[in-house]
């Protein structure tokens, strides 16, 4: 049985614990660019399986960088200043 192959499982690829830092930025970048189509286009077995390999592959990127640098207005207080959700008051309907 090859790194290609694993009988009996969903599994496509090598094992994410085996590719080098370079292979597995490529696979995620890959896995990225294709969700789309397989989300709108693939069979429920396709997008299973992609579920599955993009899940193995961004556990092991975060595995490997678990202090990744974080944008601020990529978390929820990043957010809300940005549309400013903080101080809006929420006005009832009809009022």
């Given amino acids: 049985m090859n790194a290609h192959d694993e009988r009996g499982t969903t599994m496509t690829g090598v094992e994410p614990s085996h590719l080098d830092d370079q292979q597995l930025m490529k696979e995620l970048e890959t896995i990225h660019r294709t969700r789309h189509d397989t989300l709108l286009y693939g ?34 207080e990043g957010a809300r200043e940005r549309t400013g959700a903080e101080t809006a008051t929420p006005t009832t309907p009809g009022t």
């Fill in 43 to 76: 069979s429920n077995d396709a997008l299973r399986t992609h579920n599955d390999r993009m899940a193995q592959l961004e556990g092991e990127y975060l595995r490997r960088n678990p202090r990744r640098p974080v944008a601020p207005g990529r978390t929820r």
